[in-house]
């Protein structure tokens, strides 16, 4: 991995941990899988618009890579946050980093590379430990979701080298379409109150969004989909746990 796409990748992931800190009130005013599926329409709406080009992954892939690299793992994370405090949330999450190193190895878009498996397993008792200990453990069911929500990521990550057949944007413009889409379905199958939250958003929770949308998402995601495609997984995921 050359130095330029470790600082894009440090980039991103600072990107995303400070966006959703910076418009708080924006993601606790929007439920939380309709505030994913209006990033990801404006994203395929921007790269519409910016990307002329026509993607050559087919809909069928696109749509597969969307439902786990995008609306699986969102659905899963965003509402298993609504039961866990931040920090818990943040340390749990980075069970993402294995589970896509092993999804990477399963659907052979890597070689197997035994010297990783040492800090694979430590992550692995990290999130242990931080579910079972100390006696005040978070909620079962809002971990199992997360990290349920994990593995989703981790494989739609290795699906983003097997099947992509596109660039990052290009690749992006496809998938995002899929994926709010998928997500718009999910909101309306397991959410309630999104006209009420669009109704009564004030000013700067609509600002936040946009910042959202365009930023963390349209932004941030074109260039970590282009990582995706020319480095391995393993070596672009671990910069999730910036």
Sequence with gaps: MSPRDAALAFGVTAVWGTGFTLTKS???????????????????AVLAVSERGTPKTPH?????????AISGQAALIFKALEGLDATTAVLLSQAQVPFAVFA???LR???????????IALAFAGVLLIAGWPDNRPALVPVIMLLAGGLVWGAGQALIAKL??????????????????????????F????????????????????????IAFAGAYVVWFSLMRRNPVSSVTPFMMV
């Design 26 to 44: 924006t993601v606790e005013h929007f439920p939380a899988i309709f505030l994913m599926a209006c990033c990801f329409a404006a994203t395929a």
């Design 60 to 68: 069928l892939k696109a749509a597969l890579i969307a439902l786990f």
């Design 104 to 106: 990477a190895w399963m």
């Design 109 to 119: 878009t890597e070689p197997v590379n035994f010297s990783k498996l040492v800090p």
């Design 164 to 189: 992509g057949e596109d660039g990052g944007p290009l690749l992006l413009k496809r998938t995002a379409l899929h994926g709010a889409a998928q997500l718009a379905v999910f909101s309306a199958l």
């Design 191 to 214: 959410e309630s109150g999104q006209m009420e939250a669009v109704q009564t958003a004030s000013t700067a929770q609509w600002a936040g969004l946009l910042a959202i949308a365009l």
